[in-house]
């Protein structure tokens, strides 16, 4: 049976979708909370995956043992791309892990061996996370990479490596982990991520201000796409 999983960056954003769920069970696995149950009428698992690329790789192996056969998340990012402003939505075209660094072994910066250097998101979800977000008042919506990594970008110059290097829009800290693991298994994903700040100096200050503005857009996001499944 289909099974579409949704995973969150934050307590705030699970809230309000989690205040909607009807027929509500929490499944406790090793390190995670998986709410199972009906949002909209769909059947979902819903989730506060945790921050960073461990925690969501973890988080991602859980949900789909418990039997997803989709995987959307939804969190914030800080803007890498010029002219991207606070608010806007960017919906992942693929998805790039730029901490990691096997260059001395003659590998591009950010692929890891044995592994793709990117991960595209399914076009499918991609095409109704566009539709659905495209519906949130007063939002710019945009399609692009996410780059994803163990660190909080917050300089100028980590900002533009991460455009510069890697073509990103955004940058975040799970998305290419839940895209690893879902292409191993062959599952579709999308990551959409609204930006809370722009990745440089006053990234820390935006960041908390713009969190209940964000939790709200994607929930709209989340509800938007269920209705159009
Ligand atoms: N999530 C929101 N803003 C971020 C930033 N600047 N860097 C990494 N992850 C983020």
């Known amino acids: 049976a289909a099974m579409l999983a949704i995973i969150g960056a934050m307590d705030e954003e699970i809230e309000l979708l989690l205040a909607e769920l009807r027929e509500r069970e929490d ?17 979902v698992l819903l989730t506060r995956g945790g921050i ?33 402003r606070v608010g806007d939505i960017v919906v992942s075209t693929d998805l790039v892990q730029h901490d990691v660094d096997v260059t001395a072994l003659g590998y591009e910066p950010g692929t890891v061996p044995g592994e793709p250097p990117a991960w595209p998101a399914d076009e499918r979800l991609r095409a109704l996370a566009l539709a659905a977000a495209g519906e949130v008042k007063g939002v710019r919506v945009l399609e692009g990479r996410v780059a994803s990594g163990d660190q909080f970008v917050a300089s100028r110059e980590g900002a533009q490596r991460l455009h510069d290097l890697f073509g990103a829009a955004c940058a975040e800290m799970e998305g290419a982990a839940v895209a690893q693991v ?12 609204s930006v809370s700040d722009t990745a440089d100096h006053d990234a820390q200050v935006d960041y908390r201000s713009f969190m209940p503005l964000v939790a709200r857009h994607a929930k709209q996001v989340v509800r938007g796409m269920l209705a159009r499944l």
């Open 52 to 84: 960073g690329k461990v925690n969501a790789a973890m988080t991602t192996t859980h949900l789909l043992t418990a039997g997803a056969t989709r995987v959307i998340f939804t969190g914030v990012a800080g803007g890498v791309q010029p002219g991207l």
């Open 27 to 43: 499944l406790t696995r090793p390190g995670v909370t998986l709410h199972r149950g009906v949002l909209d009428g769909v059947p």
């Open 182 to 193: 879902c292409a191993k298994a062959g599952v579709p994903f999308v990551v959409i991520r």
